[in-house]
């Protein structure tokens, strides 16, 4: 059964740390695996986009690693802001063209 | 990227009657999807909206409860109807290409049904 499954839950940190979100699959054939943002009441935003060939790919403070021998990818922010509260949602398409939607982690930074 | 536009952007609706949700792409577009983000929860796929021809719906969703129209490459609604409060929720208007390489979000609906 195709899943995408997301630790933490939640996680809450202070402003200017670091921290990472983790996503498992396992979905397949396996196509592209993205992360989104979500602020609360809005649509989701893409942060990155990574195919099987792709280990890493950054777009900002944010970084997002595939390990597609293990089927896990994690999204490292680096020096946080306010702004960064929000879900990230972990998303795997399969060649089938169906977006498999993880649960998201909701992230809260405090100052 | 696509500029998707959806409206309206939140309604407060009455139990038993219906709503229409406008989405419209600043270009034309091979795919659009409709969602439903229930409260707390992640992103499900109602329906893939088909230009030209009757929408392409999910597991649990049908076209009497969620019927879609897609007249052009740039815009589709997505009607709610005989609304319950379960049907509270955000919707939420897709757009991507057959590759998969893109997809765009619009900023979403939020329904609450009383």
């Known amino acids: 059964k195709n899943q995408v499954e997301q630790s933490p839950q939640s996680l809450i940190i202070l402003e200017g740390k670091n921290c990472t979100l983790q996503?498992?699959?396992?979905?397949?054939?396996?196509?592209?695996l993205r992360w989104y943002k979500q602020d609360t009441g809005r649509g989701p935003v893409s942060l990155t986009i990574?195919?099987?060939?792709?280990n890493t790919k950054s777009n900002g403070r944010y970084t997002a690693t595939l390990d597609a021998d293990t089927k896990q990818s994690s999204l490292h922010i680096t020096a946080s802001q306010l702004s960064d509260s929000a879900s990230y949602i972990c998303?795997?398409?399969?060649?089938?063209?169906?977006?498999?939607f993880g649960p998201g982690t909701r992230l809260s930074v405090l100052p | 990227s696509a500029v998707i536009s959806q409206k309206p952007s939140r309604d407060i609706c009455q139990r038993g009657t219906s709503l229409t949700i406008q989405c419209q792409v600043d270009?034309?577009?091979?795919?659009m999807f409709w969602y439903r983000q229930q409260p707390g929860q992640s992103l499900t796929l109602i329906a893939t909206?088909?230009?030209?021809?009757?929408?392409?719906?999910e597991s649990g969703f049908v076209i009497d409860k969620f019927p879609i129209s897609r007249p052009n490459l740039t815009f589709s609604t997505l009607t709610v109807s005989n609304m319950s409060p379960e049907d509270s929720s955000i919707y939420l208007c897709?757009?991507?290409?057959?590759?998969?390489?893109?997809?765009?979000f619009g900023q979403g609906t939020r329904l609450t049904v009383v």
């Open positions: 996503c498992n699959y396992t979905v397949s054939p396996f196509s592209n």
């Open positions: 897709s757009v991507g290409d057959r590759s998969g390489t893109e997809a765009f």
């Open positions: 270009s034309q577009v091979t795919m």
């Open positions: 990574m195919t099987f060939s792709e």
């Open positions: 998303v795997v398409l399969n060649y089938g063209q169906n977006f498999v």
């Open positions: 909206a088909n230009q030209g021809s009757e929408a392409t719906y």
